[in-house]
């Protein structure tokens, strides 16, 4: 036993090491540092040089006040000259806008083409307006504030009380589930190489001379799933870069440290680290039985897990559905929706122990048979593995 432990601990190690090279990740963090600093500087730099006040010439003004616009944003002219030829004013880029103000009901504003600074103005013209109109019709302070104030509503929920839950067990649930799938498309993409390749080379005959195709598998597994983690180590340390940098610049982006209930972030970040050990064995098995990875129609197998997340969302409607209880404890769909349903509402110990006893167990068993249908496939030329052999493969009885 602890023979074949050293031969799986060697497999995995070496499996990782033909992956990971600490050098490429350190350059990948440096290198999106550097782009972020591109980024956000960049934009520091073009707003404060290059993006100046825009020019505005103002006919016919006598009831706004325009003063009271963003002066940081536009420079007001007032000269009547302006209203004449008005195309070659703003083709000589004189003035980047002509405002014709009628009365208070009709604006005209001419400007070369749309730009989002000239929603902006409309939109404190439209504000200014509506000041005015408010003024002029005598209607006090006290009763638009009345008008407009939002009624005092507060909803009890009798069963599970949702002002209980903070905006951190929400953002933890979010991110452990987007690096769970992250990381399953990591896996999947060597996996698929690693295995698919080695069987086209012909090399994992040699190999499986000396060990087990369990244990060859097993190694796979568990050095795939190692490299998978410290791949998003890499991309969680740019993202946290991208994220400081940003603030750096007042881009207003921070990083959110209250992470809520100790006790629901340690399940929720169980049940993500099983979900993706599950998917990652269940493609080992699949990459088992594909001959060539470019025509083999079983590459559609891989938006599996997407409909995990799709089948989360629903989840956030109605979390305490009969339908989303089982999908809970379903074990390809439990990771995800568990997480939602924890975050949600109460869920039994009883309902966490079954979804977690279940996902070990298929995890357990896909790992069995990926090595089964391992077993088969390397010996097999030319072809992929049918799936009624690929069942037959399963349910030989005998101890790899």
Same mark, same amino acid.
């Given at each position: 036993m602890n023979k074949r432990l050293k031969l799986v601990y060697d497999v995995a190690i070496w499996e990782f090491s033909r992956w990971f090279k600490l050098k490429e990740q350190i350059i990948t963090i440096? /290198?999106?540092?550097?782009i972020s600093l591109l980024i956000f500087?960049?934009?520091?730099? =073009?707003?404060? =040089?290059?993006?100046?006040?825009?020019?505005? +010439?103002?006919?016919?003004? $006598? %009831?706004l006040v325009i003063e009271k616009l963003n002066s940081a944003k536009y420079t007001f002219r007032t000269d009547d000259s302006l209203s004449k030829n008005y195309k070659e004013q703003l083709k000589s880029k004189k003035v980047d806008a002509i405002l014709y103000i009628f009365n208070l009901d009709t604006i005209k504003i001419y400007t070369q083409s749309n730009r989002?600074? /000239?929603?902006?103005?409309? *939109?404190?013209?439209?504000?200014?307006?509506?000041?005015?109109?408010?003024?002029?019709?005598?209607?006090?302070?006290? &009763?638009?504030?009345?008008?407009?104030?939002?009624?005092?509503?507060?909803?009890? =929920?009798?069963?599970?009380?949702?002002?209980?839950?903070?905006?951190g067990e929400k953002i933890a649930a979010g991110i452990l589930i987007g690096m769970m799938l992250m990381g399953i498309f990591l896996g999947l993409a060597y996996q698929f190489t +690693?295995?698919?390749?080695?069987?086209?080379l012909r090399i994992t005959e040699v190999i499986v001379s000396a060990i087990s195709p369990q244990t060859w598998i097993d190694g796979k597994i568990i050095g795939i799933s190692l490299?998978?983690?410290s791949l998003l180590i890499t991309y969680s340390l740019s993202t946290v870069i991208f994220v400081i940098i940003s603030a750096l610049f007042d881009s207003g982006w921070t990083i959110p440290l209250d992470f809520g209930n100790p006790k629901i972030l340690f399940i929720l970040t169980i049940f993500a680290f099983l979900g993706f050990i599950f998917w990652n064995t269940?493609? $080992? &098995?699949? +990459? &088992?039985?594909?001959?060539?990875?470019?025509?083999?129609a079983r590459g559609s197998l891989i938006m599996l897990p997407i409909l995990n997340i799709v089948l989360a969302f629903f989840a956030f409607g109605n979390p305490d559905s009969l339908l989303i209880r089982l999908l809970s404890m379903f074990p390809p769909t439990s990771s995800p929706i568990l997480a939602v349903r924890l975050i949600l509402t109460d869920v039994s110990i009883i309902e966490i122990a079954i979804s977690f006893i279940l996902l070990v167990f298929t995890i357990y068993f896909l790992r069995k048979a990926a090595g *089964?249908?391992? %077993?088969?496939?390397?010996l097999m030329y030319g072809k %992929?593995?049918?799936?009624?052999?690929?069942?037959?493969?399963?349910?030989?009885?005998?101890?790899?």
């Open positions: 440096i /290198v999106f540092s550097f500087g960049g934009i520091s730099v =073009y707003n404060k =040089y290059f993006n100046s006040k825009k020019v505005i +010439a103002v006919i016919n003004n $006598s %009831e989002n600074w /000239v929603n902006e103005l409309i *939109k404190e013209l439209t504000d200014q307006r509506s000041e005015i109109k408010i003024k002029q019709s005598n209607i006090t302070n006290e &009763a638009i504030n009345n008008i407009f104030n939002i009624p005092f509503i507060k909803t009890i =929920y009798t069963e599970n009380d949702d002002s209980k839950i903070s905006s +690693a295995i698919t390749g080695e069987k086209q490299l998978s983690f269940f493609f $080992s &098995a699949i +990459a &088992a039985t594909i001959n060539d990875p470019n025509t083999s *089964k249908i391992f %077993e088969v496939s390397i %992929e593995l049918s799936w009624s052999e690929i069942k037959r493969c399963i349910t030989i009885d005998k101890t790899m």
